[in-house]
């Protein structure tokens, strides 16, 4: 019975050692008598009990590896802290067992040596400018490194720089005065902009000003010569309606002296006219004008009547 109990206890430790189930993005070594065997694979696995061990096991995740910080100094001799994060996957698990004795340490002193090359490099306003071309450097190198590791670098990252404190405190000093010169000339701008537009705003308007003066000028010089075109023409109707009346007067006195009696009526017109205008000396003045022979009025009707037959001739 004892014997029994021991055999199957024996069988069940048997196979318990001989099967392996491996978890998906795992990877097993297998060794066989201190020698590598195997790589298992996710999923059922059978070992030979007492002769194949599980020498390593590896995840085959992508994993993030903390970078401890350090101090680098850059070109112009500044000291920087610096601590970033790195993110490597397994790729060859027979390599990552046995190509380094801790791939871990070793992708760690690597970025930390490579960081501080870069580093060194360049001048302090530099690092903080050209971050992802310090990660591509870093990366690139131990990607380089790492293929003997069987380890992939995927990549960087800086996750700090920190200067010494009085280059802190110069920086935001500079960073300040940047600022205010900034605002000093976007003020000046400013201003030279307001100048311009109220300069250029008071020559639109002296040049309207101007131009409407201009053509205020030029309306009234039209009015004024049209007005005074008007009246001359006008003044020149007027004469010629006077003109046109004296004529068309001068014309019917001709024509009636020519009918019968005519001279008649002319005769005695003439010496209505006459005794009127010598009554009318007297009145108008005080100084009378008379002819040389007063009483003699006839002879005088009579010459203004010959005047009169002449003309109607």
């Known amino acids: 019975m004892e014997f ?12 318990i050692k001989s099967v392996k189930v491996v978890p998906q993005q795992h990877a097993y070594i297998v060794e066989r008598l201190g020698r590598y065997h195997a790589t ?23 994993v993030p590896l903390d970078v401890p910080s350090q101090i680098c100094i850059t070109r112009d001799n500044t000291q920087l802290k610096v601590d970033g994060i790195l993110y490597f996957q ?3 698990p027979q ?16 970025s930390q040596t490579t960081l501080r090359s870069v580093i060194g490099k360049m ?15 870093v990366v690139a190198s131990l990607d380089e490194a790492a293929i003997n590791w069987g380890v992939k670098v995927l990549r960087y990252e800086i996750k700090d720089l920190v200067p010494p404190q009085d280059i802190l405190h110069s920086m935001q000093a500079q960073i300040t005065a940047e600022r205010e010169k900034r605002a000093r000339i976007a003020q000046s701008e400013g201003v030279k902009m307001e100048q311009i537009n109220l300069a250029t705003g008071a020559r639109e308007a002296a040049i309207q000003k101007s131009q409407g003066e201009m053509q205020a000028t030029i309306n009234n010089s039209e009015g004024n010569k ?3 075109i008007n009246k001359a023409q006008g003044e020149a109707e007027a004469l010629r309606l006077v003109a046109d009346a004296t004529a068309d007067a001068v014309r019917r006195v001709a024509e009636a002296v020519k009918v019968d009696g005519g001279i008649e009526a002319v005769n005695l017109k003439v010496a209505e006219q006459y005794v009127a205008a010598f009554a009318q000396l007297a009145k108008q003045n005080n100084t009378v004008i008379l002819p040389a022979n007063v009483a003699d009025v006839s002879s005088l009707v009579a010459t203004a009547l010959s005047v009169v037959k002449q003309s109607n001739r």
């Not at 029994?4 to 196979?15: D, E, K, N, P, S």
């Not at 059978?46 to 590896?58: N, S, T, V």
């Open 40 to 62: 298992l694979t996710p999923g059922l696995n059978i070992l030979i009990p007492f002769i194949d061990r599980l020498a390593y096991k590896h995840s085959l995740k992508e």
């Open 4 to 15: 029994v109990i021991v055999l199957f206890a024996a069988v069940v430790i048997f196979i």
């Open 95 to 110: 390599r990552a067992s046995y190509g380094t004795s801790d791939y871990l340490l070793a992708i760690t002193q690597l």
């Open 90 to 92: 397994v790729t060859d």
């Open 226 to 228: 049209q007005a005074a």
């Open 123 to 137: 001048e302090l306003d530099k690092t903080f400018e050209e971050r992802d071309e310090i990660n591509q450097i």
